[in-house]
């Protein structure tokens, strides 16, 4: 099981800007906003929120814009925008499968915006189920392996932890779990000493696929124009 997750403007990156900071605070709080609506304020009893939390944190975002969001979602703060979270389908360069994650106060904008940025890139946005047949959901966790620690120890650790799955990439285990379990299993890793660089629900691939060089190109090109989209949260994809 493998295949890439982007966390498009999430991901933690050093000296950003003012502006560029902004924009991934803003994507940080519709995250937030929704797991505090859908399953209550108290992170301590909702773990998608505990989970949104703490990918905002990484990035350094003010304790008062995450209380903030907190309240938008369980309305106690009112603004008159409603959040709400869409994935969109579709195929990019090389004929790669692109599941894209938003979380849009329009719609209309949002997929207008996003089906522009595919065709631009030779791609095109699809009807729902056009490429979600070829994912599955899981959990996943990215813990860090410490330097002169011996990988499979650390993926050992994650099996007794509960994995189903794992792949050794860039320094990293990447672990897959059953969504349900996905709660179980991170706080397993905790207790075992292993530090949680990332956790989450994403899509695996089915079916795996590769890119030419010049497809490859293109869409790494994509991807970037995609994370500049306010509303795009993450992406996954079938390589």
């Not at 047949?133 to 993926?155: C, H, L, M, Q, T």
């Amino acid at each position: 099981m493998s295949g890439h997750s982007h966390w498009a403007g999430i991901k933690h990156k050093k000296g950003l800007n003012d502006a560029k900071k902004g924009k991934v605070f803003t994507k940080h709080a519709k995250m937030i906003t929704i797991m505090a609506r859908d399953g209550g304020g108290n992170p301590d009893m909702n773990f998608q929120l505990r989970l949104a939390i703490d990918r905002a944190r990484l990035d350094n975002m003010p304790r008062e814009n995450i209380e903030r969001a907190i309240k938008k979602g369980t309305g106690e703060l009112k603004d008159g925008t409603e959040i709400t979270e869409i994935i969109y389908e579709g195929i990019g360069p090389g004929n790669v499968m692109m599941l894209v994650k938003t979380a849009t106060d329009n719609r209309n904008r949002t997929v207008s915006e996003v089906k522009s940025i595919f065709t631009k890139a030779g791609g095109k946005l699809g009807e729902m189920g056009s490429a979600m047949w070829n994912f599955k959901k899981v959990g996943n966790i990215i813990v860090s392996i410490p330097e002169g620690e011996d990988p499979y120890a650390v993926e050992e650790k994650a099996i007794d932890a509960g994995a189903e799955d794992t792949l050794y990439e860039n320094s990293s285990l990447i672990i897959y779990t059953l969504p349900e379990n996905l709660k179980n299993v991170q706080e397993n890793l905790e207790k075992a000493g292993l530090k949680i660089e990332d956790a989450g629900l994403a899509y695996a691939p089915l079916q795996k696929t590769t890119l030419s060089p010049d497809d490859q190109i293109d869409y790494e090109k994509l991807l970037e124009t995609l994370d500049e989209q306010d509303d795009v949260q993450e992406i996954f994809d079938n390589l």
